[in-house]
Structures are given as structure tokens and as C-alpha cells.
T-cell receptor
Framework: DGGITQSPKYLFRKEGQNVTLSCEQN?????MYWYRQDPGQGLRLIYY?????DFQKGDIAEGYSVSREKKESFPLTVTSAQKNPTAFYLC???WGLGEKLLFGSGTQLSVL | GENVEQHPSTLSVQEGDSAVIKCTYS??????FPWYKQELGKGPQLIID?????GEKKDQRIAVTLNKTAKHFSLHITETQPEDSAVYFC??????????FGTGTSLTVIP
């Protein structure tokens, strides 16, 4: 079955540590996105990518980095510069910008 | 940028009643409006969407209406069932190359 796979489901970060969240899709979608979800808030865009080796910052990119070396993969690194990383992180993909989003099941990141 | 406001933040209805969730947007250039349902600990799932050239769209018990002049759109769920209980998000897509999401409505259907 086609879909988006995020891993791990739960992740813990120690002070000063970088952590990487995985996102893989087998839908042949061109566009991929990372969103952050905090309780009681809407989804906020961190980064998005339209094509391989190209990505753009969203509204809250500070303290995060991404790469898009393969069409099916869009990993997100939460760096030590992100001082408030505790949140639910969602990866999504679509055929193109402005098309229907399909979301993964999310990764809950917490700080130890 | 775009600003999407969603109301109410919580909604409780009796099973079988209707539920209505409303969203307003600020940018008249926005032209695509999806609605997502999110269950606890899961990713959002698209349930219905509408484009700006259409005023209403229906899919079984779910409908969405769009008023471009007033810049608001609404989700209507009829004959609610306990499995409709979830958080619902609206969103708007504009030429700024991103979706803007509402803050969510927690719907509880009481059996």
C-alpha cells in the first residue's frame, strides 16, 4: 500500500543534542512538507520541498534543518538551537504545491 | 500572510444531531480549502475539500460551503455518530505557497 511512514513514533532529546526524524513516502509525490503541532494550535510549516535537492523555509524554520537527496525521503533534523522542541511533528506529501496533502502518523518529540 | 480563524474550539453534540464548524480567512487570493480530521496520536486525514470556483460540496454526511465574498467556509456533519468524535482542522491555500491552518475544533459526539 502507498503511504507516508514516519519514524520513530516517540523520540527523546537530551540537552545540546541534534535528533533526526525520518519521513519516507512511496506515492511518487513531488512535494513534501514538515509541520509542527503544539496543543491547541494549528499546524505550522517548518520546511517544504518541491523537488529533489531543493527546499524552502516555512514560518518556523529556525533551529531545524532538512535535506531532500531522494524523492521519497525528507528527513528533519531538530538541532540544539531549537530551544523549545517538544511538539508533535507531522510529515506530509502531495503531487505538487497546493494539492491534497497526505499526512504521516507523526513523531512526538520530548526533551529529557 | 494568510490568517485562518476557526470556531468553536470545542463542540459537543448528541448522537444524531448536526455539527457545524466555521472558518474565516483573510487573503482573498486563497483558492483551495480542505478540511482534516485528526484522531488522538495520529496524523490528520483529509475528509473533504472545496475550490474557490464552487460554492458547496457534499460527500454523504459531510458537506462544505464556501462564501468567497464574506471569506468564510464551513464544515457540516449531519447525523453525527460517536466515531465522528475527533479534532477537525480547516486550512486555506494561497499563492504564498503554503497552507494556513485553523487552530482546530474538538468535536465530541455524546451517545
Amino acid at each position: 500500500d502507498g503511504g507516508i511512514t514516519q519514524s520513530p513514533k516517540y523520540l527523546f532529546r537530551k540537552e545540546g543534542q541534534n535528533v533526526t526524524l525520518s519521513c519516507e513516502q512511496n506515492l511518487n509525490h513531488d512535494a513534501m512538507y514538515w509541520y509542527r503541532q503544539d496543543p491547541g494550535q494549528g499546524l505550522r510549516l517548518i520546511y517544504y520541498s518541491q523537488i529533489v535537492n531543493d527546499f524552502q523555509k516555512g514560518d518556523i524554520a529556525e533551529g531545524y534543518s532538512v535535506s531532500r537527496e531522494k524523492k521519497e525521503s525528507f528527513p528533519l533534523t531538530v538541532t540544539s538551537a531549537q530551544k523549545n522542541p517538544t511538539a508533535f511533528y507531522l510529515c506530509a506529501s502531495s503531487w505538487g504545491l497546493g494539492e491534497k496533502l497526505l499526512f504521516g502518523s507523526g513523531t512526538q518529540l520530548s526533551v529529557l | 500572510g494568510e490568517n485562518v480563524e476557526q470556531h468553536p474550539s470545542t463542540l459537543s453534540v448528541q448522537e444524531g444531531d448536526s455539527a457545524v464548524i466555521k472558518c474565516t480567512y483573510s487573503d482573498s487570493a486563497s483558492n483551495y480549502f480542505p478540511w482534516y480530521k485528526q484522531e488522538l496520536g495520529k496524523g490528520p486525514q483529509l475528509i473533504i475539500d472545496i475550490r474557490s470556483n464552487v460554492g458547496e460540496k457534499k460527500d454523504q454526511r459531510i458537506a462544505v460551503t464556501l462564501n468567497k465574498t464574506a471569506k468564510h467556509f464551513s464544515l457540516h456533519i449531519t447525523e453525527t455518530q460517536p466515531e465522528d468524535s475527533a479534532v477537525y482542522f480547516c486550512a486555506a491555500w494561497n499563492t504564498g505557497n503554503q497552507f494556513y491552518f485553523g487552530t482546530g475544533t474538538s468535536l465530541t459526539v455524546i451517545p
